[in-house]
């Protein structure tokens, strides 16, 4: 009879967890990753075990701009102060966007109580099944945009009508966000729009990771997204729009052989009373334009 305690039972048990966990040694090394760590990244186990955490594939944590990766900051906080930690970071999925997830980390020690190393866990703040789901109905009913993957431009406005509607009887606060890339006219003429398509696939999907399931993005214009951002005033909206601009910047787009660099540039504003469509986006675009002539890969909100 199997004994629940055997450590085979256990590791295998640990493989198969839909739940992303990885094993790190005292030396940063990964020695451990499972199916949820492949589910959700995209990095098979032989691609990471052995390799440490700083390198790129781990992404960087939201808020923060340093070359150490959020999954990194947790790992050397636990193995200098072997205590628990959880955070919000990003990890770089395997075709270059960024996935955020809500990260746990816990000291490992061997029998005399010393740190050998530690175990994290991690699992996707927008459920990716349930997304692909939604995608996929979306797209037999041709809401979705082709090319980025995104909500098309006659989707993203009906929710934007509909909020507006709603907005003087309900009084909930919400923002929107127009987003331009930077330098995209650029990226065309020396790569061809097949890397245009490319940088717009996996920013959109980046930026859906960053927003929550009752935020809508769609394309708006060939080179502007529109991001209705819900539950959300003027003075919250530069927190999530920083949290954008940085995950964008930290996505990796690869087209033969070259790292496309992206940035986006961001013009924002809430939701007035007696707003109309043409009104509300009269003030996001001159937002936008203001953060374009500012050198872009930043955002800019009008609160007049």
């Not at 070259?258 to 007035?272: C, H, N, Q, R």
């Not at 986006?281 to 609160?303: D, F, H, P």
């Amino acid at each position: 009879m199997a004994r629940f305690d055997d450590p085979e039972i256990l590791r295998s048990v640990l493989e198969e967890l839909p739940t992303g966990v990885y094993l790190v040694g005292r030396d940063g090394k990964i020695l451990f990753w499972n199916y949820g760590a492949e589910r959700i990244t995209g990095h098979l186990r032989q691609d990471v075990v052995g390799h440490a955490c700083r390198e790129d594939f781990l992404g960087s944590e939201q808020g923060s701009e340093e070359q150490v990766s959020g999954a990194s900051a947790a790992l050397e906080a636990v193995l200098r102060d072997g205590k628990a930690t959880e955070s919000q970071v990003s990890f770089r999925h395997k075709s270059g966007h960024l996935v955020a997830v809500r990260l746990r980390a816990i000291p490992m020690r061997d029998g005399q109580g010393t740190i050998i190393g530690a175990a994290e866990c991690f699992d996707e703040l927008v459920d990716v099944g349930e997304w692909n789901r939604r995608h996929s109905k979306l797209a037999e009913y041709g809401c979705l945009d082709a090319a980025s993957g995104v909500l098309n431009h006659k989707m993203v406005e009906s929710h934007l009508r509909e909020c507006l509607a709603a907005f003087p009887e309900q009084q909930v606060p919400f923002c929107i966000l127009s987003i331009a890339f930077d330098h995209l006219e650029e990226v065309k003429a020396r790569y061809g729009s097949g890397a245009v398509a490319a940088v717009l696939r996996v920013a959109g999907q980046t930026l859906e990771s960053g927003l929550r399931p009752t935020d809508f993005l769609g394309r708006w214009q060939e080179n502007e997204f529109l991001a209705i951002v819900s539950e959300c005033n003027i003075e919250e909206i530069p927190r999530v729009g920083e949290r954008l601009r940085k995950m964008i910047s930290s996505a990796k787009i690869m087209w033969w052989g070259d790292s496309l660099p992206v940035t986006i540039s961001m013009g924002a504003t809430a939701v007035k009373p007696e707003d109309n469509i043409t009104e509300i986006m009269r003030r996001s675009e001159e937002a936008l334009g203001e953060s374009v002539a500012l050198g872009g890969n930043r955002m800019v909100v009008w609160n007049n």
